[in-house]
């Protein structure tokens, strides 16, 4: 069993940064692959990005790459997502998730445990 917890969250400016970390009990964590989701209002969840367990690989969603980053410390079992030159169209709930296995998974259905997400606000 992994038990995830959002943080970071909050409101910010167009073109602003912020830091989300998502931290995990469970001494197994570095066996996870972690991925990040997001909901839009009136919208259904969507693939931010996803580290592999090792943090060797990533993979990204078109609409944030080269503006996201996502990064891991699994002596610390968490996993961070820096978001940067943020868009009011980024505002929505941010949730991580992790899953078993090597590969990166990129829909919902592939995520064993999911966190209870933190709100991401982006003025315009």
């Known amino acids: 069993q992994v038990q995830l917890v959002e943080s970071g969250g909050g409101l910010v400016q167009a073109g602003g940064s912020l830091r989300l970390s998502c931290a995990a009990s469970?001494?197994?964590?570095?066996?996870?692959?972690v991925g990040w989701f997001r909901r839009a209002p009136g919208k259904e969840r969507e693939f931010v990005v996803a580290i592999r367990r090792g943090g060797g690989s990533t993979q990204y969603a078109d609409s944030v790459k080269g503006r996201f980053t996502i990064s891991r410390d699994n002596a610390k079992n968490t996993v961070y997502l820096q978001m940067s030159s943020l868009k009011p169209e980024d505002t929505a709930v941010y949730y991580c998730a992790a899953r078993g296995g090597w590969s990166l998974g990129t829909v919902e259905y592939e995520y064993d445990y999911w966190g209870q997400g933190t709100q991401v606000t982006v003025s315009s």
């Open positions: 469970g001494r197994t964590f570095s066996s996870y692959t």
